[in-house]
């Protein structure tokens, strides 16, 4: 059997072929933090799992961007049996079944001490593009790039960064704030996301962004 391309190899094979330009970002950057609610920061849930670097780490960088006035916006899942349709979704992911109305599961991580001012999105799909105000929110902020955080890197995060990306945002995916239940999904989703759709940055730069932006 022939052994797998190492991803340093992958990732020449893709650049001669023209995929993996770089993204520069803009001068209004907000802060998306995805789904990093208890049902999934708390491994006592169904869903959840141990992120606690993740979420530390997402908490330090909320500290930059609300020290440099940017916009922070949250995100959670909250399945309403009594007023939406059966999910596809949850069928396939019945652990999701603890994301109800009243649940504490459907609270954004304590951790990340969200504002009573920053927004709430509140989603029934991967993307946080889908069914929501999000794309209304950023346009409405001025915000021209969108620095992801949360979880899980191979779900959520990465849907909403492809929807961010043909949406006409620069998703900047901030590698220390995002987290998954496997190791080898999560170093996939970031090398795809780097190669198609975004970039990956660490917590440094992604703090780093914030010194030069416009409030």
């Not at 930059?64 to 949850?90: C, H």
Request: glycine share 6%.
């Amino acid at each position: 059997m022939t052994a797998p391309p190492a991803m340093d190899e992958v990732r020449a094979a893709y650049r001669a072929r023209g995929i993996g330009g770089a993204l520069v970002p803009g001068s209004r950057p907000a802060v998306v933090v995805v789904d990093f609610i208890t049902g999934f920061t708390d491994p006592a849930w169904a869903p959840g799992f141990a992120c606690d670097r993740e979420v530390e780490a997402t908490a330090e960088l909320l500290e930059a961007a609300r020290a440099a006035g940017a916009p922070v916006i949250f995100t959670t899942i909250i399945f309403d049996k009594a007023r939406q349709p059966a999910s596809v979704w949850l069928a396939k992911m019945p652990a999701m079944e603890c994301l109800v109305p009243d649940s504490p599961a459907i609270e954004v991580d304590n951790r990340l001490s969200p504002r009573p001012q920053e927004p709430l999105v509140v989603k029934t799909a991967a993307s946080c593009f889908t069914g929501t105000d999000l794309a209304t929110l950023l346009v409405q902020m001025g915000v021209d790039t969108v620095l992801v955080c949360g979880a899980t890197t191979s779900g959520c995060v990465r849907a909403t960064v492809v929807d961010a990306c043909m949406g006409g945002w620069r998703p900047f995916v901030v590698r220390d704030c995002v987290a998954d239940r496997a190791a080898e999904v999560h170093d996939a989703s970031l090398f795809d996301m780097q190669a198609k759709y975004g970039e990956v940055i660490d917590l440094a730069t992604a703090i780093d962004l914030f010194k030069g932006a416009k409030n």
